[in-house]
């Protein structure tokens, strides 16, 4: 399967995801245990996946050797934290400063972070240069993602400090990727990958939580039995980190972030076309954003996708690195 569409493919996910999560949150009152709910459903998922695919388990013994022998730096197996960390920023921001803002903000750091991460080539998948062309995509997508909430940014008293964070989280989510490849590389099971992600990731915003609960800053509520979709948010995720994980290592982060985006907003117009919220309306503005975003894929991504493709094709014919690591 192309990894293009399958890159766009974990866009709609993330926009589904955003819905349950959203719809979840908004049921609790309560953002950061929406969150924690959300990682723990997926975990559990990754739990039962773990007992029944011994691929899994062989994948963490692969991890276990590389980070002995020094291949992988043992911090980079927490990258699961990383994306914790942008939870958190998102649950404490959002509410002052709007999604609309800080998909905007998140994003540019991402762009910029996909540039930096690609040149020096922590994904595993060789280093890849900063052209005028892939600049221009990474403008492109910023100002695509601008132009399509254009219609719901609200600056007024716009918090420069939220700004500044929403920005350095969309860096840290670019590195996440990044370092979610290596482990891809050396572990041999994209989700291998995707269980550390979530051991990890449950397990800071769990202690970021009980913090909250004994600063008074957080609270904890009963959670609801209906409606029983919007606990689907963990499972879409564990798919993400398994698609991402394995894409970047082939398409780079910045063109698997431009597909992304891209796949993100036509998600988000095809749950306003057929699940409209209360207030939700399709704009002409998320139309042309979304034709811009696909723009900054031509300008930046198309031209590569289709030797990543070929390399994809020939390693799934050859032994991953770690099997030969493996071996006595």
Request: hydrophobic residues 50%; glycine residues 12%.
């Amino acid at each position: 399967m192309r990894l293009d569409f399958l890159a766009a493919l974990a866009g709609i996910l993330i926009s589904i995801q955003s819905r349950a999560n959203g719809e979840l949150a908004q049921e609790l009152d309560n953002g950061l245990e929406a969150s924690i709910v959300s990682f723990g459903s997926g975990l559990i998922v990754l739990l039962a996946v773990t007992i029944f695919m011994p691929g899994v388990r062989q994948g963490l013994q692969n991890l276990r050797i590389a980070v002995r022998e020094g291949k992988l730096p043992s911090y980079r197996i927490f990258a699961g934290t990383l994306g914790a960390v942008f939870v958190a920023v998102q649950t404490m921001y959002v509410p002052l400063m709007g999604v609309a803002i800080f998909s905007v903000a998140a994003i540019a750091g991402q762009a910029a972070a996909s540039l930096g991460v690609d040149r020096v080539g922590l994904t595993g998948g060789g280093k890849k240069h900063i052209t005028k062309r892939r600049v221009i995509a990474a403008i492109l997508t910023i100002f695509a993602v601008l132009i399509s909430v254009l219609d719901r940014i609200d600056a007024h008293n716009l918090p420069i400090l939220g700004v500044f964070l929403a920005v350095l989280v969309g860096v840290i989510v670019g590195i996440q990727r990044a370092y979610n490849g290596q482990i891809n590389e050396y572990s041999g099971n994209s989700f291998t990958t995707a269980l550390l992600n979530f051991v990890t990731g449950v397990s800071f915003l769990i202690i970021i939580f009980l913090i909250g609960l004994v600063t008074h800053f957080a609270h904890y509520t009963p959670l609801p039995l209906n409606p029983v979709w919007m606990y689907m948010g963990g499972s879409l995720g564990v798919f993400y980190i398994a698609f991402s994980s394995t894409i970047v290592q082939h398409l780079g982060v910045l063109t698997f972030t431009l597909f992304t985006v891209g796949g993100q907003l036509v998600g988000s117009l095809l749950l306003d076309l057929l699940l409209p919220t209360e207030g939700a309306n399709v704009s002409w503005y998320l139309v042309t954003g979304i034709v811009m975003t696909y723009l900054g894929v031509v300008a930046g991504g198309v031209g590569q996708t289709s030797l990543a493709r070929k390399k994809f094709q020939v390693a799934e014919t050859i032994d991953p690195p770690i099997k030969k690591i493996a071996k006595p």
